[in-house]
DNA sequence: TCTACTATCGATAACGAATCTCATTACCGA
DNA sequence: TCGGTAATGAGATTCGTTATCGATAGTAGA
């Protein structure tokens, strides 16, 4: 029997609020200076359900976790400034099939893959310029 | 001033014994087996240096970083064995294409990317049936 | 609506990977 | 051989994450 608790839906928004990609963390951070009594437990457990259910994606930065809210059921890659962490999901049908035939020809099955491409954004590029 | 000294060098031994993808702590403790008194600390810290000169291939998954060795100076990806960890080195031209390509066409400069592929190996396939 | 059941919460302890500290060691040019 | 100093290593520390367990509060059924 699955729940619906404020505390879920609270890190759930706030994981919309955000742009790119942020850390457990930070979040339970935001979600406390909102006013918000939250545990920081009860983020992770939120964001480990969030990602299961493909709600959420999460990569491995730096030694952390980080999760962005994403359009669910759809598998897709980002494209994420390393600066500013705006993100973009994009679509990668050609390494989709890249990355089957590969895996195929090595005689390897059940393959999946972590495709993501770091950048500086447009944005992050004419301040950097700037200074 | 760089120095040799064995504890680096028989980092870069050990790393060269293993066909896959290892963490720092499995080598400290295939070292300390082998009856190496090199401390953990160190194996850290040749495997950063391992990784900077382009000796080392790293990669992070499940919460820690992981170490190969690999041909120096030449940028490619991996597929990798979910089950024994067997690693092969793959080439990537028309990935690398893409996702300069995308990069560009979202505005985005200095684009880096992560392409790695895990499956299942043909011997585990095979091992996994016979099971 | 009321009640019982139990999923979920949350403070905190525990854990583990990685890093830092600093006294000691030993490499290497002179 | 000698001296400066890069490198080492045991242990402490940091930090992100997970486990524990009593308290809390959704939810189904009466």
């Known amino acids: 029997m699955k729940r619906n608790t404020w505390q879920r839906e609270a890190v759930r928004e706030a994981l919309g609020g955000n742009d790119g990609f942020v850390s457990a963390q930070t979040l339970h951070s935001e979600l406390r200076d909102a006013g918000s009594p939250i545990g920081l437990a009860t983020v992770y457990r939120a964001l480990a359900d969030l990602a299961v259910e493909g709600e959420a994606d999460s990569l491995q930065a730096e030694g952390e ?7 669910p059921g759809q598998h897709h890659h ?7 962490g705006l993100t973009v999901e994009i679509e990668a049908d050609a390494v989709e099939q890249w990355a089957q035939a590969t895996a195929a020809a090595h005689g390897f099955s059940q393959a999946t893959h ?9 944005a992050c590029r ?3 310029q700037g200074s």
Do not use: E, K
Not at 65 to 71: D, F
Not at 114 to 122: H, I, M, P, R, Y
């Open 114 to 122: 972590v495709v993501d491409v770091f950048g500086l954004c447009a």
């Open 65 to 71: 976790s980080l999760y962005r809210a994403c359009t």
């Open 78 to 84: 980002h494209l994420i400034c390393r600066n500013c």
């Open 126 to 128: 004419l301040a950097a």
